[in-house]
DNA sequence: TGCCTCATGTGATATTGTAACTTCGTGCAT
DNA sequence: ATGCACGAAGTTACAATATCACATGAGGCA
């Protein structure tokens, strides 16, 4: 096998992974942080926190600012819950919290899908490569722009 | 040696070296061109499109647009010029253009100075990585976030 | 001269991101 | 019960980043 095995959440338990994940930091579940995140889940892309406010708006029936979602996406992002996809300035859910990875994401310029790769031999190759240079390296943004196979 | 071998150029030829490329690519080597070179060239560090914007506006003792200086950024990127730190908004000037790689930028999160590495073996594995999940890929981005060797 | 193209100017606007301060609810100590 | 502390969320304002549409001006060329 070689690879990391990580075991698949359908949503539902995917939500749980979360709370559990969260509670266990000792914070709080809301139900604004359970709606953020699952508005932010069902995206099958990026997620501008903007997207997200306005689909938690709709969901909600109340307007929802973008700055809340921003507090929101900054706990999830420090707790693995979510991670920030720098160049497209957006968030997705992270599949498997719990799951410590530096991932490498795919992001397709023609369709927007965005998936990602967990592989910890390029990672840690760009970690070494940083230590080397004398640089002490806290998070890699390892991300692919291109052509996805759907639209290639 | 085993690693890619560059020529250095001062400050003079760089910007000579700027020049052809650009003429080579027939496009032309204005002015303002020039004025937005030199202001990026100029720092140490990457510079957003409003912070060179008033760097050449200072230069050139009037005002000049973010809207224009985004406009031959963009020229800038697509020729090779410049690159784009995604994970700061910002640009930094190449400084061997007419090398082309995929190159990793390394970005002190406490002092804002950024390096940058060209390690083809590293970029390559992560374009085969890439390849190997069916993706095309057109630009990886791989950027390190964390503490410079002064900094540390 | 008149037309065409390209670079730039200008103003407006959209998008993304932060800061400061208020309100609300919950739990806890008095 | 009353008052306080604290974290979550609301609200407003604003800053930073990015794009769009259209006007102007200079240079080449028929």
Known sequence: MGKHDHHLHDSESLHDAARNRLTDKGEQWTEMR????????????PASAYDIAEAVSKAEGR???????????DLFVSSNLAMR????????ANQHPGCLHDCIFLICDNCGVTTHLD???????????????????SRPVIEVRGKCGDCS
Chains 1, 2 share one sequence.
């Open 63 to 73: 307007r929802i600012a973008a700055n809340s979602v921003y507090r929101i996406l």
């Open 119 to 137: 592989d910890d031999k390029l990672s840690g190759g760009v970690r070494q490569a940083a230590a080397d240079a004398g640089f002490e390296a």
């Open 85 to 92: 996809v720098e160049s497209a300035n957006a968030y997705v």
């Open 34 to 45: 359970a709606a953020v995140f699952k508005a932010l889940a069902k995206f099958d892309r």
